[in-house]
């Protein structure tokens, strides 16, 4: 079955230290890939998808088919970037979502 | 536009209850979605709808069922509440303009608990 895998549940840094959410996807085609993000108290919003190949809010993903990865990357974290970040793929058969399990990111000032 | 709303925001069962949940959107999308949040488990695809009239089950279909007869609306039931479904459910709606664009917008979620 096509899975999504954050192997991280949660990860910490400092301000300014540069960080990397890890996802990895098990579809062996081409898969369309994207990252949500939950804010405290706010609801589950898209931040990017790799089609795009865009830059929000600083942060970029770049998909490795080789190593079937979408790791989603900022140089500099900042306090506002805490959050629950969910990967997610959609499934090469369906127009579902197959989400990852998570990870929550907590940037410390 | 109000985007995707939820009701109730928060709700308490006892063992055996049952409930509706409702979710509407105001974008005019075909596709809606029901999730449900655990920890540890992100998010788990419980039904969906691919437009007015019809339902699809997801991953963890088992003890709801649903029903989209207006196209703005998709409803989730519970006819029998265990605790094992103490969640927080969310809906989502997306538009059908292709897989690339398949962005799902997400309500603010209903926490239920189930004793």
């Known amino acids: 079955a096509q899975r999504v895998t954050q192997p991280e549940k949660l990860l910490s840094v400092f301000k300014g230290a540069p960080v990397e959410l890890k996802c990895n996807y098990s579809?062996?085609?081409?898969?369309?890939l994207f990252w949500y993000v939950q804010y405290s108290r706010q609801r589950l919003q898209l931040l990017l998808r790799?089609?795009s190949r865009e830059s929000i809010k600083g942060f970029t993903a770049d998909l490795n088919k080789g190593e079937t990865s979408f790791h989603l990357k900022k140089p500099f974290a900042q306090e506002e970037d805490s959050a629950m970040y969910y990967c997610?793929?959609?499934?090469?058969?369906?127009?579902?979502?197959?989400f990852g399990t998570g990870t929550r990111l907590q940037v410390f000032p | 536009n109000a985007g995707v709303t939820q009701t109730p925001k928060f709700r308490v069962l006892k063992t055996g209850q049952s409930m509706t949940l409702l979710c509407a959107q105001d974008?005019?999308?075909?596709?809606m979605y029901w999730y449900r949040q655990d920890p540890g488990m992100g998010l788990r695809l419980i039904h969906y709808?691919?437009?007015?009239?019809?339902?699809a089950k997801g991953e963890v279909p088992d003890g709801y069922n649903v029903s989209r007869l207006k196209k703005q609306n998709f409803l989730l039931g519970l006819e029998s509440a265990a605790p094992s479904q103490t969640s927080v459910y969310f809906c989502?709606?997306?538009?059908?303009?292709?897989?690339?664009?398949?962005?799902?917008?997400f309500g603010p979620g209903t926490r239920l608990t189930v004793l």
């Open positions: 989502a709606s997306s538009p059908p303009d292709g897989k690339i664009n398949n962005e799902q917008f």
């Open positions: 579809y062996s085609g081409s898969p369309e």
């Open positions: 790799h089609i």
């Open positions: 997610a793929s959609l499934s090469y058969n369906t127009d579902k979502l197959i």
């Open positions: 974008m005019n999308h075909e596709y």
């Open positions: 709808s691919v437009g007015e009239g019809t339902t």
